[in-house]
């Protein structure tokens, strides 16, 4: 059946580091990808899509890029702040239904 | 509105009561979804609405769980005899598309319900 796979956290960094947090799916066809974002005591936000192969989201300093052949979708982030600290999920609808599938999320605590 | 509302923000219920938590999705938005997240986990979906029709609730975890949405717009979720295996955050999305989506979903900031 459908399903997000995401590394296990957390990720402790100190500021500045190099962030990878890999995702990978399984899924019908090729559906969007979404990374989702949540920080503490807040909802879901969401943080960047790609809604086909090779395409390239980015947002704040974050990119994923839609990886069809290893059906991977690793969200990076090049220098982190402490204020990228929270709770990230790799998501998307279904295959040829509607209902988003979460992974279980990755924390991220970013050190000053 | 601007975003997507839930109320109220926190609830603690008493084991065997009966809650009903709200959702005011983005004016306009056709779907509307209901999840559960557990603590440490990610959001579990409960249920889905097409405007005032619930397409899917295959989710819903015991038919203590019932989900409304009457006029296409605010939604209800409502758990009866609550039990403290319900403690969790319910999260609220809403989406202008029908089906499948490239826009993404917007959340709302979710109720925590705890039963003691």
């Known amino acids: 059946g459908n399903s997000v796979t995401q590394m296990e956290g957390p990720v402790t960094l100190s500021e500045e580091a190099f962030l990878t947090i890999n995702c990978t799916y399984t899924?019908?066809?090729?559906?969007?990808l979404f990374w989702y974002v949540q920080y503490p005591g807040e909802g879901l936000q969401l943080l960047l899509k790609?809604?086909?192969?090779?395409d390239k989201g980015s947002n704040k300093g974050f990119e994923a890029t839609y990886r069809k052949e290893t059906t991977s979708f690793h969200l990076e982030k090049g220098s982190v702040q402490v204020s990228d600290s929270a709770v990230y999920f790799c998501?998307?609808?279904?295959?040829?239904?509607?209902?988003?599938?979460f992974g279980r999320g990755t924390s991220l605590i970013v050190h000053p | 509105g601007a975003g997507v509302s839930q109320s109220p923000r926190y609830k603690v219920a008493k084991r065997g009561q009966d809650v009903a938590l709200r959702c005011d999705p983005i004016?306009?938005?056709?779907?509307l979804f209901w999840y559960q997240q557990a603590l440490g986990q990610g959001p579990e979906f409960l249920t889905y609405?097409?405007?005032?029709?619930?397409?899917?609730k295959s989710g819903l975890p015991s038919d203590r769980f019932f989900a409304e949405r009457p006029e296409g717009s605010v939604s209800t979720l409502k758990i009866q005899r609550t039990q403290q295996e319900d403690s969790a955050v319910y999260l609220c999305?809403?989406?202008?598309?029908?089906?499948?989506?490239?826009?993404?979903?917007?959340f709302g900031s979710g109720t925590r319900l705890t039963v003691v």
């Open positions: 609405f097409q405007n005032e029709a619930q397409l899917d």
């Open positions: 998501a998307f609808p279904s295959g040829g239904s509607y209902i988003p599938t």
């Open positions: 999305a809403s989406s202008q598309d029908r089906f499948r989506t490239n826009y993404g979903y917007t």
């Open positions: 899924a019908t066809g090729y559906p969007s």
């Open positions: 004016s306009g938005h056709v779907s």
């Open positions: 790609a809604t086909k192969a090779d």
